[in-house]
């Protein structure tokens, strides 16, 4: 009998082991934020990272993935490859089971095949270059891609037919992002009759006098100049613009639209036509509801590159919580089926991109955007 008693309590004792192994927290499950967050291109970086831990903060307000809490590593690449490439190893030998970023092309461009190698997922909130798409890789985007805005601002200018003498300007420092738009614009500008009279690139690491840039723009006499820069760089040329007189319609992509764009060009950027892919002005419920948890948690309005981030970070969630092995991540992110983002449903097709973006044209009136039908 005592023999049998003992057994009984070595049973209980062993139970009561498991129970509490199996109540003790499991590691957390660690996703890398990767983006340029100090220095003038900036904007994007920051934004997108307070979308990011918006998303993982209310996550692990929910519970976490399963009872697990999610941690979130972030780094700044400082819009330098060496750097970008530091931090993305960093992240990957941390643990991290995926990245959200980097946020502009360059920087992506130089990551991915890192990426690639660990077979680690990376999704990129605001990349748009052609030099990723159809690619059988590890990146993903919840963006469009440049071939898609491209088009659109030329259709749209043949069939205004107004500017058909266009200049553009644009910033070397993320050419992966601007040659790659510039080239794409040109064929489909070109084809429809237009004429590009002006490339301009101008380099931030060295002295970039803006004033000689709007002269040099001037003197091609375009009927339009096309700005393929960061949200401060736009406004330091739209500054000159006005301080010269010179008056010719402005164009602009989503590189541009950040809180710099206003802060630093004030009245200069009136008039000025810029690609959109987030309505800050939607009424969807959805949508509300998250502008309304992160004005209580920034003190500030969100702006795209918040949008897409936020998206691109609970969409990963949402995927990791049906995905228990974390090695299967690409192939359940390549299947998910139209998770309900904030504006429209996201999906990826067989590479990665994402299918039906959203994308329209908005022009600044009375320091608002307004959009263009």
């Not at 440049?146 to 050419?175: F, G, H």
């Not at 192939?331 to 299918?355: E, I, K």
Request: net charge negative.
């Amino acid at each position: 009998m005592r023999i049998l008693s003992q057994i009984g309590l070595l049973s209980v004792l062993t139970c009561l082991i498991c129970l509490l192994i199996s109540c003790q927290e499991q590691p957390p499950l660690k996703i890398g934020f990767n983006a340029v967050l100090t220095g003038r291109a900036a904007g994007l970086g920051t934004e997108g990272r307070n979308g990011f831990l918006l998303a993982i903060e209310q996550i692990n307000a929910e519970g976490g993935l399963q009872g697990r809490r999610v941690e979130a590593l972030v780094r700044d690449n400082r819009m330098d490859q060496d750097t970008a490439q530091a931090v993305t190893r960093d992240l990957i030998d941390k643990g991290v089971v995926a990245l959200i970023g980097p946020m502009t092309s360059q920087m992506a461009l130089a990551v991915e095949p890192i990426s690639r190698q660990a077979r680690v997922p990376m999704i990129a909130p605001t990349v748009s270059t052609n030099l990723l798409s159809g690619l059988d890789d590890y990146f993903f985007r919840t963006y469009y891609s440049n071939a898609q805005a491209a088009e659109l601002l030329a259709v749209r200018l043949a069939k205004e037919n107004t500017v058909r003498r266009m200049a553009v300007i644009y910033d070397t420092a993320n050419r992966a992002y601007t040659e790659d738009w510039l080239n794409i614009f040109r064929g489909h500008f070109e084809n429809m009759g237009g004429e590009i009279v002006a490339t301009l690139p101008f380099e931030l690491t060295q002295d970039t006098l803006f004033s000689k840039l709007v002269t040099r723009t001037a003197a091609t006499a375009p009927d339009g100049v096309l700005l393929l820069a960061n949200a401060l760089d736009t406004a330091l040329l739209c500054q000159h613009f006005a301080k010269q007189q010179v008056s010719i319609e402005r164009f602009a992509t989503g590189w541009s639209y950040s809180d710099e764009l206003f802060r630093f060009g004030g009245q200069s950027v009136e008039g000025l036509v810029l690609l959109q892919s987030a309505d800050l002005s939607s009424e969807k419920a959805r949508f509300t509801t998250f502008q309304h948890d992160y004005q209580q948690r920034f003190q500030k309005q969100p702006n795209f590159p918040a949008v897409h981030a936020y998206d691109a970070t609970r969409m990963l969630l949402a995927t990791l919580a049906q995905t228990p092995q974390e090695h299967d991540l690409k192939q359940q992110l390549l299947a998910l089926d139209a998770y309900p983002g904030l504006h429209t449903p996201l999906s990826f097709d067989r590479f990665g991109d994402l299918r039906n973006p959203q994308i329209f044209l908005a022009r600044v009136e009375n320091g608002a955007f307004v959009r263009i039908e």
